[in-house]
């Protein structure tokens, strides 16, 4: 069974940074893609940013040329780079990762980042 464990997760200021990390666990065969949803109070599980095996990635208009993911396949982890954070960042941030050829299908339980203004 892969379990994911995201960390890095705090209480920053306004322009400040995080990394957050999410390590894959159980042997994970086949790991396609992997991504980084996020869920703010009241609102919509929404997609942050994702990369598949090859490195391509993908990012949502409010985060481009702020949030950076990157991945290590040879550990199975996936890093979510966030640079001049927002108080609207502010949210439960979750990874997600899909076997080749599936969905996601497997979640971290959430780490939490809180922008104050």
């Known amino acids: 069974q892969v379990q994911l464990a995201e960390s890095g997760g705090g209480l920053v200021e306004a322009g400040d940074s995080l990394e957050l990390s999410c390590e894959a666990s159980g042997r994970p065969s086949s790991v396609g893609a992997m991504a980084w949803f996020r869920q703010a109070p009241g609102k919509r599980r929404e997609v942050v940013a994702s990369i598949t095996n090859d490195g391509t990635t993908n990012y949502a208009d409010s985060v481009k040329g702020r949030f950076t993911v990157s991945r290590d396949n040879a550990k199975n982890t996936a890093y979510l780079q966030m640079n001049s954070l927002k108080p609207e960042d502010t949210a439960v941030y979750y990874c997600?990762?899909?076997?080749?050829?599936?969905?996601?299908?497997?979640w971290g339980q959430g780490t939490q980042v809180t922008v104050s203004s």
């Open positions: 997600t990762l899909a076997l080749e050829g599936e969905a996601y299908n497997f």
